[in-house]
């Protein structure tokens, strides 16, 4: 029955009716039209892959979505410079985030299989409680310098927040590499380090921005320049290493007691 109405098809409509009906685009009429605008899809479809802001988001998914380590670096005109060294062992982030402002104030925070730990100099303790109206003299006795083992309870919410790379791709689409900012882009072929890279530069949002984006092997982020604002660097991919536990340390519930001691 299903032979016979082909055979009635064909002799209404002719070969090519069927030869649709059939979904056979490559065999018999039509079939150079066919592949003509299949080439001119692909083409389209091409152009549409390497669009710059394409080319940002295909980045962001190889620098954050799969790999197992990586060392980013921000440096902000007037906040100093944050440097974060994240990997995962056996399925769980760890981190080490060290942040920076002139000689004498930094922060680190340390997360890894055996606890959550933070250091701070005494200039930044300073510059801490400033901000909150005082400074204890007991305070900077108590943890200038020394490491400073938090509790259970902060551990999933630093690691969450400070060592998950996909923490890091989202303050980065949230803060910087937003829609208003990608608009307006071009490409050219650069290098860095001695790196070939494919450099994408916007100029549609309120500042200029430029990426640049590995152009042999996966399409790594490598460099963001957010001109008179922020640069962010990028390496380290897939490089193993763990964070080391630090050989001295104070439970924060005795630096409280410390404190608490010498008022």
Not at 228 to 246: A, C, I, M, N
Request: glycine residues 8%; proline residues 4%.
């Amino acid at each position: 029955m299903f032979a016979d109405h082909l055979r009635r098809s064909g002799r209404r409509t002719g070969g090519c009716v069927v030869a649709v009906a059939l979904s056979i685009a490559m065999a018999g009429c039509g079939s150079r039209d066919t592949a003509e605008r299949a080439e001119e899809d692909a083409k389209k479809n091409e152009a549409q892959d390497t669009r710059p802001v394409v080319l940002v988001n295909q980045a962001l998914a190889a620098t954050f979505d799969t790999t197992t380590s990586l060392t980013s670096t921000k440096d902000a005109l007037t906040k100093g410079t944050v440097v974060v060294r994240s990997t995962v062992v056996d399925g769980t982030p760890e981190c080490h985030m060290h942040i920076s402002k002139g000689d004498d104030s930094s922060i680190d925070f340390l997360v890894n299989d055996s606890g959550v730990y933070t250091r701070i100099t005494e200039e930044a303790i300073r510059e801490t409680a400033l901000r909150q109206g005082q400074v204890l003299p007991e305070q900077i006795t108590a943890m200038a310098g020394r490491w400073v083992k938090r509790g259970a309870d902060k551990a999933e919410i630093m690691r969450e927040e400070l060592c998950r790379p996909e923490a890091q791709r989202a303050q980065l689409e949230e803060q910087l590499l937003t829609p208003k900012n990608l608009r307006h882009g071009k490409k050219e072929a650069a290098s860095l380090n001695g790196r070939p890279t494919t450099k994408l530069t916007f100029t549609g949002g309120p500042s200029r921005l430029e990426v640049q984006v590995a152009a042999e092997g996966r399409p790594y982020l490598l460099k963001i320049v957010e001109y008179g604002g922020v640069l962010w660097e990028f390496g380290g991919f897939d490089k193993p290493y763990r964070v080391s536990t630090p050989e001295t340390s104070i439970d924060e519930t005795d630096v409280a007691a410390e404190i608490l001691d010498a008022v």
